[in-house]
Nanobody
């Protein structure tokens, strides 16, 4: 079992940066691939980024590639999402998710992730 708690959301202006954190419980954090998803009002939840168990592989949605960076610190049981050059369309609730994986495969579909956090709101204003 893994419990995930996101933090770091808030209200920022377009062009600003924000870093989200996701703290995981459990001693086997390093056995899990991690991902970030987001859900904007009136839209379905969508994949944002994923990182492999050892941080060696990452994958991004085209909409955030070059602006967002996912990383993890296995010693701190934490995964991060650094968001730069934020746009109005980045406004959403951001969710951290995890699934057990010892490979470099990075899942992009929701149903591949077994554990989810409660979400943190990111609002980008003009």
């Amino acid at each position: 079992q893994v419990q995930l708690v996101e933090s770091g959301g808030g209200l920022v202006q377009a062009g600003d940066s924000l870093r989200l954190s996701c703290a995981a419980s459990g001693r086997t954090f390093k056995s899990y691939a991690m991902g970030w998803f987001r859900q904007a009002p009136g839209k379905e939840r969508e994949f944002v980024a994923a990182v492999s168990w050892n941080g060696g592989s990452t994958y991004y949605a085209n909409s955030v590639k070059g602006r967002f960076t996912i990383s993890r610190d296995n010693a701190k049981n934490t995964v991060y999402l650094q968001m730069n050059s934020l746009k109005l369309e980045d406004t959403a609730v951001y969710y951290c998710a995890a699934y057990y994986s010892g490979s470099s495969h990075l899942a992009q579909r929701e149903n591949e992730y077994a554990y989810w956090g409660q979400g943190t709101q990111v609002t980008v204003s003009s």
